[in-house]
């Protein structure tokens, strides 16, 4: 046998003191037990009064303090001989996070609307951020870039979580796949240029990316591909489990489409966007197949959320269900239509199942249906109170909208 190993390992010696023995193990082993314990072990151990200087192995690199020592007594010395004793001292008191805890019930909303989540570094190129933001607002303020960059793909703190999205939808249509819907929640930097310190501004938001065909409740595809109506959808449902109201409104943004692209607000405030995104965007990435895409600011939208959430009784009678199809002009909101409908004082909810657009219309017009249910706290509705009820929701929507019974 020949040992070619450069360096021999040398054998560590660590004090051990009685003290710190018994402190550590909160019981008393006897000095000879201690020492036919790290015998048992390969450990030498020398005597000095109370302390005992123990020799490892040389094999036992992971032995450095007189921690590690204790360690190994009570392996054989037994942790059943472990007194139990209560917590001593105060207990702190839970301190609330409201970011971590929005920040988890997003991800777990996410999840369960059938996304994966996705990991990305935090940084990137300049080159990259250029794909997805205006190189003037890069220019005007460009994003952190670190002094010694190990790697050119990393040379700059990433100020959008886009372009990860879009490079992970690549590489996933690259390999094969037929339907990708992701998200990611993380944190974005940009530098500050004012007197609030040294350290960057730091966002977190969450960015989530549809790409691909459809499919039926049962998996089977469909031939449609995934559009801004299914990221508009998973955006809804985050609303439904986060027990609030998302508006949508018309808006254009850098690397999305125009009229395809709605601004997210709750109360008022600005907390994100959904769109599709621009061609010319989805080339840069060299992804050749549509992506709907949305992103939250977590920050805005704490802020926006209600204190607390309303709670409504359970109804005690049953509701009734009719259907509504409207005829109105291109540029008139379904979400207008819908607001004005739920005003009812007799409305439990209103939703948007089919918008047709075709020769049996007038230029320029298009027919949403509604399916509507009424119902009352005090008593069970009749067809003839819906009936009545939904004529004056159409002599409504007339008036301020417009809008048309479809025949």
Known sequence: MVDVYPRPQAASTVTLTRDRLDTLLGFH?????????????GFEVARAREDFEVTAPW?????????????????????DRLPATTVRGRVPPHEPAPEHD?????????????????????????ETLRRVQPSGDLDANPPLRLR??????????RTSLRHSLLETVDRNLRAGADEI?????????TPRRDADGPLPAEREVVTGALCGGDRDRWGTPLDRPLDFFDAKGVVDELGERLAIDFDYDPHEEHGMQAGR????????????VVGEVHPDTLEAFGVEQPVALFEVDLAALLAAMPARSGAEPVPRFPAVEQDLALVVDEDVAAGDLQTRIEQS????????????RGDQLPEGKKSIAFAIRYQALDRTLTTEDANREQGRIVN???????AEVRA
């Not at 094999?59 to 942790?79: C, L, S």
């Not at 010694?148 to 703190?157: A, C, I, Q, R």
């Not at 692209?261 to 994100?272: D, H, N």
């Open 148 to 157: 010694n960059t190990l790697s050119s793909d990393h040379e700059v703190l």
């Open 29 to 41: 082993v006897p000095d000879d037990e201690v020492e036919s314990a790290l015998a048992t072990l």
């Open 261 to 272: 692209c709605a601004r997210l607000s709750v109360g008022g405030a600005a907390v994100g």
């Open 59 to 79: 094999w036992r690199t992971d032995i450095a303090i007189p921690d590690d020592i204790a360690e190994e007594v009570v392996r054989i010395a037994g942790y």
């Open 181 to 189: 819907a992701i998200f990611e929640a993380g944190r974005i930097y």
């Open 102 to 126: 929005l920040r988890e019930r997003v991800r777990r909303a996410l999840a369960a609307a059938g996304l994966q989540e996705t990991i990305s570094y935090s940084l990137t190129t300049d």
């Open 345 to 356: 004082r007799l409305v439990a909810g209103a939703r948007v199942f089919d918008v047709y």
């Open 396 to 402: 409504r929507l007339s008036r301020e909208l417009g």
